[in-house]
């Protein structure tokens, strides 16, 4: 199918890894990719800004990667940054297409007509979260238990203010998972752990959590990495072992 945004040639709103299957652990990932369909241009930021965790994760898609090999799970990320519009917003809140991000502005996201602004929502929001809503729904058609996890990093100093955390569960409604992964963290003995750290969980601020997992009243677990323990294979390799492992057990405790 032809859109009026992406072309035939780019890749899809999310690509999936793995196949559907009847492992416990569903995998998403809303910021995994800092693409910009070709007929947006730069969305008049420079490459270097584009490079920088306003424009996505890093290091959050590879992870993820890593975790659904390791944990045998269905893994969904989502391909185009989130410069172009974040998939874990609502499409209604002012953010979700933002006109300046942390202290950048982005030109290619002012005054957008209203048309553009649909077209962005309906090639590549609606196509990841149809994705996210399809897997969940023939999960439970299947009656297979599933604990939902959104794997995200976040930037090791934003406006200047260095953050201590290596890793962060956030939560809002459900903290079921988080309890059990907190605990597991600080067992594992030098890290520090945030708890709704640096960020939480809300339906403003949130979208992916809130509308897949808290409507359905399953269990989940959002993490946040500091992307610089992420930024290479090794460090990739490192939190998806330690990720996978404890996910593991801690689903053992909220399932039993
Ligand atoms: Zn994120």
Redesign the pocket.
Known sequence: MTGKLLSPDEPPACVTLGQPNTSPFLLVC??AGNRIPRRLGTLGVSGSERQRHIAW?IG?AEVARRMAERLGAFAILQSYS?LVIDC?RDPAVPTSIATISEDTPIPGNENLPPAERETRIAEIFRPYHDRIAAELDRRRAAGIPTLLVAI??FTPVYRGVARPWHVGMLYNRDDRLSVQMIALLRAEGGLTIGDNQPYSVSDESDYTIPVHAERRSLPYGEI?IRQDLIADAAGQGEWAERLSRLLTIAWSRISS
């Open positions: 809303d910021h994760d959050a989130r874990n995200h990093s946040e």
